[in-house]
């Protein structure tokens, strides 16, 4: 394997960590096929990265081929994400789903929701599985996530750092503003997500002040940052 890790995303809210296979080099957008946990994908080299926790390897380069197969498998997933929908009216779940991933090979198909309370959806997990014939996965997403997922600018101007560059979103704390002696103001503090900004926790991590404006890491901090639990169901 190389030496080399690259931060691959094959949806907004997968971004993985991969290496390439022997003899494969490749550089920030070009499209690569990804092969993990038994399952193949597809995806965008986004950036070079230092992590040394490589969870798939980097097969081939994508080509006219698997990025035609990647537009047919998109078809199929809006097909499992009616299916879905169908199902969960069947169960009278209050989730309110937001978006489907669709592995390229369709040996697993991931949907994210959101929901104001913990759901017990193991037969809506049951039934979906034997219907669509591959590994389902179901997602409870926080409004971190929903923010990566809708993309959009931040006080600071640019594009939200969950949405461009982010490989992980963690818990942000209301402590990390106080060690900053920034001005605990909600208002000021918080993102379009309603949490404490994400850049907030650079500075805290480096020690130094963040290359990102006053302006942003003000608006970076805000409330009590202490859910965006993940709940992975995958039975």
């Not at 995806?43 to 980097?58: L, S, Y």
């Not at 198909?109 to 669509?132: C, G, P, Q, W």
Request: overall charge negative; some cysteine.
């Amino acid at each position: 394997m190389s030496d080399t890790h690259y931060l691959v995303e094959c949806h907004p809210l997968m971004r993985v960590v991969a290496t390439a296979a022997i003899g494969l080099d490749f550089k920030p957008g070009d499209w690569v096929v990804l092969r993990f946990k038994g399952c193949e994908d597809v995806g965008c080299v986004r950036a070079f990265t230092d992590d040394p926790q490589a969870k798939a390897i980097a097969i081939r380069k994508a080509g006219e081929v698997d990025l035609a197969a990647l537009e047919e498998v998109r078809k199929w997933e809006q097909e499992a994400l009616k299916t879905f929908l169908d199902v969960i009216e069947k169960y009278e779940l209050p989730m309110k789903v937001v978006n489907v991933h669709a592995w390229a090979d369709r040996q697993k198909v991931a949907f994210y929701f959101l929901t104001e309370r913990r759901l017990d959806f193991r037969k809506l997990h049951k039934e979906i599985s034997t219907i669509l014939g591959c590994r389902v996965v179901i997602k409870q997403i926080g409004t971190r996530d929903h923010a990566r997922l809708l993309g959009g600018l931040g006080p600071c101007g640019r594009q939200l750092c969950c949405f461009s560059f982010l490989s992980e979103i963690r818990p942000i704390s209301l402590r990390t503003a106080r060690q900053q002696n920034l001005y605990v103001n909600p208002d000021k503090i918080s993102g379009m997500c309603g949490r404490l900004l994400c850049c907030l926790r650079f500075e805290d991590e480096s020690g130094q002040p963040s290359i990102i404006s006053t302006e942003h890491t003000l608006a970076s901090e805000g409330i009590l940052e202490d859910e965006d639990g993940l709940i992975e169901e995958e039975l």
